[in-house]
């Protein structure tokens, strides 16, 4: 069932008994969280100031490698290894640019009460741990993670299912963390149980990372846990095809046998995926396992993550190499989060490239232009927003919602012809002249 390099990993920690390998809370006793221990189990041998230098890094965001994760290291060629350098800190973390930022998402900004990031209209982010078994050197939430291990307890959490239970508009709960699955399957069960006895709760998403990096944490017990309280949706975060391997494959299959939509985010990283080839073959995996691309994130603006960044151009090279050239639902949605807090905003290589009032010029994956010939009549319905007198017979029961952002302007129904930035000085000097 193991292989040589788990094999030694496990002789040299000492443990007699090989099965523990399988058993996810022996690795998370047995996390490598120093450089020494990183040594001795790789049988790599850092400089002395290389490690004097590490230390500071340590100090400030620490370390933790699941031993399943470290068996993943090609040792020959750590230094160029995508699982060393998602999981191995870097003196380069201390090099802080001025555009870092510790919140860089303002996640805490937004946060009406203490784990809920409440962003989007019909939607939470709910942090419900700060623990991970791996702490990825990439981490967006490095500010949160590792300071101290720490779940909040049940009043805590109590307080964001109440937010949740008092704001019917929300329709989507994202869990996450740290990773949701740090908790005991008990918690866990709990958390569920009290938000799917919300009305307007349609949906659970769980954002974790332990199919990649420690997939014995899937168990049959969690998967008995999840499937009580359907629809849940899983993201995960794969970022190299080196991730799949079998364990971590058998607890996706596990996941979507038991009727989870699996989708993955990416985050895209100098030196670990950031080429047309590594990403295709990623994606490619990922739908044989059936695991859905869903976001490839442009390397946020926190602290420390310089090293790691790629231009935007790289993105849209990448995408530029998937669009067309294979399945669509290979092709994952490559996302900006918004540095203050705008959100997700997607970004795209262009395909409209020039239009007239009944023509539009495209060009295609191939270099292809061709051109959309528009309809010669188009009866353009004025649309009031009185949604039971319309014709297109929609017949809905939720109330009404309000339009805002680009969407407001295109509507017919309001009166809005410009947004306009807070503080405008033109804008101020006009209420001046009032
Ligand atoms: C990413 C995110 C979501 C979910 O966004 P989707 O585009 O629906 O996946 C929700 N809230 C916050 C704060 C987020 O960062």
Same mark, same amino acid.
């Given at each position: 069932m193991?292989?040589?390099?788990?094999?030694?990993?496990?002789?040299?920690?000492?443990?007699?008994?090989?099965?523990?390998?399988q058993?996810?809370?022996?690795?998370?006793?047995?996390?490598?969280?120093?450089?020494?221990?990183?040594?001795?189990l790789?049988?790599?041998t850092?400089?002395?100031?290389?490690?004097?230098?590490?230390?500071?890094?340590?100090?400030?965001?620490?370390?933790?490698?699941?031993?399943?994760?470290?068996?993943?290291?090609?040792?020959?060629?750590?230094?160029?290894?995508?699982?060393?350098?998602?999981?191995?800190?870097?003196?380069?973390?201390?090099e802080?640019?001025?555009?870092?930022?510790?919140?860089?998402?303002?996640?805490?900004?937004?946060?009406?009460v203490?784990?809920?990031?409440?962003?989007?209209?019909?939607?939470?982010?709910?942090?419900?741990?700060?623990?991970?078994?791996?702490?990825?050197?990439?981490?967006?939430?490095?500010?949160?993670?590792?300071?101290?291990?720490?779940?909040?307890?049940?009043?805590?959490?109590?307080?964001?299912?109440?937010?949740?239970?008092?704001t019917?508009?929300?329709?989507?709960?994202?869990?996450?963390?740290?990773?949701?699955?740090?908790?005991?399957?008990?918690?866990?069960?709990?958390i569920?149980?009290?938000?799917?006895? =919300? #009305?307007?709760?349609?949906?659970?998403?769980?954002?974790?990372? +332990? !199919?990649?990096? *420690?997939?014995?944490?899937? /168990?049959?017990?969690?998967?008995?846990?999840?499937?009580?309280?359907?629809?849940?949706?899983?993201?995960?975060h794969?970022?190299?095809?080196?991730?799949?391997?079998?364990?971590?494959?058998?607890?996706l299959?596990?996941?979507a046998?038991?009727?989870?939509?699996?989708?993955?985010?990416?985050?895209?990283?100098?030196?670990?995926?950031?080429?047309?080839?590594?990403i295709?073959?990623?994606?490619?995996?990922?739908?044989?396992?059936?695991?859905?691309?869903?976001?490839?994130?442009?390397?946020?603006?926190?602290?420390?993550?310089?090293?790691?960044?790629?231009?935007?151009?790289?993105?849209?090279?990448?995408?530029e190499?998937l669009?067309g050239?294979?399945?669509?639902?290979?092709?994952?949605?490559?996302? =900006? #989060?918004?540095?203050?807090?705008?959100?997700?905003i997607?970004? +795209? !290589?262009?395909? *409209?490239?020039?239009?007239? /009032?009944?023509?539009?010029?495209?060009?295609?994956?191939?270099?292809?232009?061709?051109?959309?010939?528009?309809?010669?009549?188009?009866e353009?319905t004025?649309?009031?927003?009185?949604?039971d007198?319309?014709?297109?017979?929609?017949?809905?029961?939720?109330?009404?919602?309000?339009?805002?952002?680009?969407?407001?302007?295109?509507?017919?129904?309001?009166?809005?012809?410009?947004?306009?930035?807070?503080?405008?000085?033109r804008?101020?000097?006009?209420?001046?002249?009032?």
């Amino acid at each position: 069932m193991i292989n040589q390099s788990q094999r030694n990993i496990i002789s040299i920690m000492d443990e007699k008994d090989s099965s523990q390998w399988q058993n996810w809370k022996w690795h998370i006793k047995h996390r490598i969280r120093t450089v020494k221990q990183f040594e001795d189990l790789t049988r790599i041998t850092l400089d002395e100031t290389h490690k004097i230098q590490l230390e500071q890094t340590l100090s400030k965001f620490p370390m933790s490698i699941t031993p399943y994760y470290l068996s993943l290291i090609v040792t020959e060629d750590y230094k160029n290894d995508p699982i060393f350098k998602q999981s191995f800190p870097s003196i380069q973390e201390l090099e802080i640019n001025c555009n870092e930022m510790s919140d860089p998402l303002h996640e805490d900004k937004d946060s009406p009460v203490p784990g809920i990031t409440h962003r989007y209209p019909d939607r939470v982010l709910f942090l419900v741990s700060n623990m991970c078994s791996m702490y990825c050197r990439h981490c967006t939430r490095k500010r949160k993670v590792g300071d101290i291990d720490f779940i909040p307890d049940k009043d805590t959490l109590e307080k964001g299912i109440e937010y949740i239970r008092n704001t019917p508009v929300i329709r989507d709960v994202l869990l996450s963390g740290g990773d949701p699955f740090m908790l005991s399957d008990d918690y866990l069960d709990w958390i569920l149980s009290e938000l799917s006895k =919300i #009305d307007h709760v349609e949906v659970i998403r769980i954002g974790t990372r +332990m !199919p990649v990096v *420690l997939p014995y944490r899937i /168990t049959p017990n969690l998967i008995e846990i999840l499937k009580k309280y359907h629809p849940i949706w899983i993201n995960t975060h794969f970022n190299h095809p080196r991730e799949l391997t079998k364990a971590s494959k058998k607890s996706l299959r596990m996941m979507a046998d038991a009727g989870i939509p699996l989708g993955n985010q990416s985050v895209l990283l100098s030196g670990v995926n950031d080429c047309p080839r590594i990403i295709k073959s990623l994606v490619h995996k990922l739908v044989a396992n059936r695991v859905r691309p869903y976001y490839l994130y442009q390397c946020d603006l926190s602290e420390g993550l310089q090293h790691f960044r790629t231009p935007v151009g790289k993105g849209i090279e990448i995408l530029e190499s998937l669009i067309g050239h294979t399945s669509g639902f290979c092709v994952p949605t490559y996302v =900006i #989060d918004a540095p203050g807090g705008g959100g997700k905003i997607p970004v +795209m !290589p262009n395909y *409209l490239i020039s239009w007239s /009032t009944n023509k539009v010029i495209l060009r295609n994956y191939e270099g292809v232009i061709t051109s959309y010939k528009e309809p010669d009549s188009y009866e353009q319905t004025f649309c009031d927003r009185k949604c039971d007198k319309c014709d297109l017979q929609l017949h809905l029961e939720e109330g009404i919602e309000h339009s805002i952002g680009i969407e407001k302007l295109l509507a017919d129904h309001d009166a809005t012809v410009s947004l306009i930035p807070e503080g405008n000085l033109r804008m101020n000097r006009r209420n001046d002249e009032d």
